[in-house]
């Protein structure tokens, strides 16, 4: 049913990948050479073998499958700590009442059979299946979220595709904001970008009322997984002046590698003004000041950032209200992606200020919303 794994293959789920030919090779010195042999003209197999760039294999290093899963646990606490996963798949099965804490990057996750856990995932090249879980909370960073008969699940998500569900009820997703400090690290290493984070874009293969629900603003996922235990508190990198989170034990101030989005949440807050703000290819790091700042304030709605070919871009300058020139910029040729934000500002003053900001930064406004929804899905994976 959907497009889910049965749980007949899920025999296949417990092998671990060796790594690649390439990561296991290392360079092997050639001895030297004794001071009383006169030189000589031959060249020696070992010789060749260097001059030619060859390089001899040692045996790869051999992985435990128990490292990569963790089946049965009650009640208890289970951190995976950076470092100890490195690109792997990983699996949790059939565990209840646990905290379960996966601060690494994966290649692939499945979380099985759980009941009532607490369970953070950090960033996934791939997808990260939960299956027949119920009452559980979680915080997952990954290319693909995919759910099938879970039930009153609520879930802190950073998604580069639509979250998928499928045979479940009162599931709930709220925007991922507790990020470790190898986060970023972590989220290059999957491939997964900032402005990719379609979290509230839910495809429902069952669809039915109650099935699923985007969570109020105030929910975070240290909300969700509260008590953090011990063993992970002081590692996380709080958002300040969230209810239920705190700053930091060293008082610094950190940069958070992930931006607060509100999505499709109805109703939008009162008295604010819609902004869709557009930056061309190479821009993006100044629409990541700008979307850093919108995001503190909560004025952050949506991102993305896709290439656009020179039809779509001048088609989104049209309804923008933004030149042909500009159009031809945000195209680029088709060789650099240019970023969209869309932003809900109190009205005033603010939007003024807002104007000039995105205009100092190089970027384009309008305050059309049909050119910021035409922009907002585009590229989605799945």
Request: some cysteine; overall charge neutral.
């Given at each position: 049913m959907g497009c889910l794994n049965s749980k007949e293959s899920r025999a296949s789920k417990y092998a671990v990948s060796g790594g690649n030919d390439d990561d296991a090779n290392i360079a092997e010195a050639l001895p030297g050479s004794s001071p009383a042999k006169a030189p000589s003209s031959e060249v020696t197999p070992a010789a060749k073998e260097t001059a030619t760039g060859k390089i001899k294999n040692l045996p790869r290093p051999r992985l435990d499958p128990k490292d990569f899963q963790l089946v049965g646990c009650k009640g208890e606490v289970k951190v995976k700590l950076p470092g100890s996963i490195n690109g792997q798949a990983y699996v949790i099965d059939k565990c209840e009442d646990c905290d379960i804490y996966v601060l690494d990057y994966c290649a692939q996750v499945t979380i099985d059979e759980c009941k009532g856990c607490r369970i953070y995932i950090g960033p996934t090249d791939g997808a990260v299946f939960v299956r027949d879980c119920s009452g559980c909370s979680l915080a997952v960073v990954s290319r693909q979220l995919r759910t099938r008969d879970c039930h009153d699940c609520r879930i802190s998500l950073h998604c580069r595709t639509k979250p998928v569900v499928e045979s479940s009820t009162n599931v709930g997703f709220a925007c991922f904001d507790l990020p470790y400090p190898e986060l970023a690290d972590h989220m290059r290493q999957a491939k997964l970008g900032l402005f990719h984070n379609f979290w509230w874009h839910v495809y429902d293969f069952t669809p039915k009322p109650g099935n699923?629900?985007?969570?109020?603003?105030?929910?975070?996922?240290?909300?969700?997984?509260?008590?953090?235990?011990?063993?992970?508190?002081?590692?996380?990198?709080?958002?300040?002046?969230?209810?239920?989170?705190?700053?930091?034990?060293?008082?610094?101030?950190?940069?958070?590698?992930?931006?607060?989005?509100?999505?499709?949440?109805?109703?939008?807050?009162?008295?604010?003004?819609?902004?869709?703000?557009?930056?061309?290819?190479?821009?993006?790091?100044?629409?990541?000041?700008?979307?850093?700042?919108?995001?503190?304030?909560?004025?952050?709605?949506?991102?993305?950032?896709?290439?656009?070919?020179?039809?779509?871009?001048?088609?989104?300058?049209?309804?923008?209200?933004?030149?042909?020139?500009?159009?031809?910029?945000?195209?680029?040729?088709?060789?650099?992606?240019?970023?969209?934000?869309?932003?809900?500002?109190?009205?005033?003053?603010?939007?003024?200020?807002?104007?000039?900001?995105?205009?100092?930064?190089g970027g384009q406004c309008s305050d059309s919303e049909a050119a910021g929804k035409s922009f907002r899905t585009q590229g989605v994976d799945g």
């Open positions: 699923w629900q985007l969570l109020p603003p105030d929910v975070t996922a240290a909300s969700l997984l509260q008590p953090l235990p011990q063993e992970v508190a002081e590692r996380f990198v709080m958002t300040p002046g969230k209810e239920g989170q705190q700053e930091e034990s060293s008082g610094s101030k950190q940069e958070s590698p992930v931006l607060m989005t509100f999505g499709n949440r109805q109703p939008r807050p009162d008295g604010r003004s819609y902004l869709f703000v557009a930056f061309e290819g190479g821009k993006s790091e100044k629409a990541l000041q700008l979307a850093r700042s919108a995001s503190e304030k909560g004025w952050l709605l949506h991102t993305n950032e896709v290439r656009l070919g020179p039809e779509a871009a001048a088609a989104l300058a049209a309804e923008a209200g933004w030149s042909k020139a500009a159009g031809k910029a945000l195209s680029g040729g088709g060789k650099a992606a240019c970023v969209g934000l869309e932003l809900a500002v109190p009205e005033g003053e603010e939007v003024a200020a807002l104007r000039a900001r995105v205009k100092a930064l």
